[in-house]
């Protein structure tokens, strides 16, 4: 990710690092984009934050049904040593893999939401599921939770604000967010060139869910 953004700097990008509110119109082809204690205007703003992403406010967003899949993951910081390549448990829902911290016990899925206190129910789920594939585990080192944006209907949401032409949807990958980033972007791009599309987007827009 940082060599993506220092690639996008050394071609005349500008990274502003903020904090975003909401999104207006700043008229019939432009948004205006509000910070704290400060806005700009652009011609296209792309919505791409994940599981808070229609936490934005504004009346150029859709309502959707944005949730999030919790994930859950403990660090065994001195057990690395003990695999040599990532190992999924398919009857636990978790993955080991070994990373130059440790070794790593990931997954589960929690529905709820963002504002929910971690459950410590989860890691103890996920620590007692990663000694019985590895009893030779040693002390259980940090943990954290983090949040897959999930639609109802598995697919993301790529395409144009039905409010406003400017405002692009990019979010709700699930698990492959990262995965999928690349096409994403891809496409991204040709929406807002108005270029013919690499896929279809149409089983990806918002208007599926606005009645």
């Known amino acids: 990710v940082s060599q993506l953004a220092n690639r996008f700097a050394e071609d005349g990008g500008e990274i502003v690092c903020d904090r975003v509110q909401s999104i207006e119109p700043a008229g019939l082809d432009q948004v205006r984009v509000g910070m704290p204690g400060n806005s700009r205007v652009f011609n296209n703003a792309v919505i791409a934050a994940g599981a808070w992403s229609t936490r934005i406010e504004g009346s150029v967003m859709d309502r959707l049904p944005l949730d999030t899949e919790r994930g859950y993951h403990v660090m065994f910081p001195d057990d690395a040593p003990l695999l040599t390549r990532p190992v999924g448990l398919a009857d636990a829902g978790l993955y080991l893999s070994p990373l130059g911290g440790g070794l790593r016990a990931a997954g589960t899925v929690e529905l709820a939401g963002l504002d929910a206190k ?19 585990l040693s002390r259980r080192g940090d943990t954290w939770l983090g949040f897959r944006p999930t639609l109802p209907d598995s697919l993301p949401v790529i395409g144009r604000s039905s409010k406003h032409p400017s405002v692009i949807y990019a979010f709700g990958h699930h698990h492959i967010g990262l995965t999928l980033g690349g096409i994403t972007g891809k496409l991204v791009q040709q929406i807002i060139d108005r270029e013919d599309p690499i ?13």
């Open 199 to 211: 896929v279809d987007p149409t089983p990806y827009a918002a208007q599926r869910f606005l009645s």
């Open 118 to 136: 971690p459950n410590p129910r989860r890691l103890d789920y996920i620590e007692n599921a990663a000694r019985r594939a590895l009893p030779a």
